[in-house]
């Protein structure tokens, strides 16, 4: 494959249910305009590993949509627990 240093920086946006373009992988989510990022494969990997830590030593925090993962994973061990215990009083009222 003949890359070029413009290649490996084009970026294209993918709408959401579009098809990425042959040789480009997913990077990143982009909130803004409702579409995904793409870079030549395997430079989205990279870009996406960058992004994720100048983000990082920017806020010193984890990103708005990986505290929404952590929030959602979270409050899912919470139900479970919740309904764990339930199961369990109704088991013993069962007894």
Not at 30 to 47: E, G, K
Not at 48 to 64: D, F, M, N, Q
């Amino acid at each position: 494959m003949n890359w070029s240093f413009q290649r490996v920086l084009t970026r294209a946006l993918i709408e959401d249910g579009a098809k990425l373009p042959w040789g480009y992988g997913f990077a990143w989510r982009d909130f803004d305009t409702a579409s995904h990022v793409t870079y030549p494969i395997p430079f989205n990997v990279l870009f996406r590993g960058l992004r994720r830590l100048y983000h990082w030593i920017l806020s010193y925090k984890h990103s708005v949509l990986d505290e929404a993962r952590i929030d959602g994973i979270v409050r899912g061990q919470e139900i479970q627990k919740l309904l764990q215990e339930k199961q369990d009083a109704t088991r013993k009222l069962l007894k």
